[in-house]
């Protein structure tokens, strides 16, 4: 499985980006996916997680109310709605693909395949 993850770039506080997140050489539709980020300087943190229909969505206290996850299985792709976004979130945005499961999950070690990150620099 390749994921390429797109639509980062350059935004002022408060503003907003979508995050895709494209997978091929393998339906996504049995498995979860999730979004992780690593700012310069720390440690990859957990942003958000979705489930295999899209149902269940799990979110880091930081970006919840702010950040949406969403999938279309039709077309094999992850999003990331980010809106209010603020100078924290200056991030590369990784996507990730749980292939043993299809329930979402914070945990780091639970996804197989990742992708190779899209660079948001929020400024102030």
């Known amino acids: 499985v390749q994921l390429q993850a797109s639509g980062g770039g350059d935004v002022q506080a408060g503003g907003s980006l979508r995050l895709s997140c494209a997978a091929s050489g393998r339906s996504f539709v049995n498995y979860a996916m999730g979004w992780f980020r690593q700012a310069p300087g720390k440690e990859r943190e957990f942003v958000a997680a979705?489930?295999?229909?899209?149902?269940?969505?799990y979110y880091a206290e930081s970006v919840k109310g702010r950040f949406t996850i969403s999938r279309d299985n039709t077309k094999n792709t992850l999003y990331l709605q980010m809106n209010s976004l603020t100078p924290e979130d200056t991030a590369v945005y990784l996507c990730?693909?749980?292939?043993?499961?299809?329930?979402?999950?914070?945990?780091?070690?639970?996804?197989?395949?990742w992708g190779q990150g899209t660079e948001v620099t929020v400024s102030s």
């Open positions: 979705i489930g295999s229909s899209g149902s269940s969505t």
């Open positions: 990730a693909l749980r292939s043993r499961a299809i329930r979402p999950t914070l945990r780091e070690r639970e996804y197989d395949y």
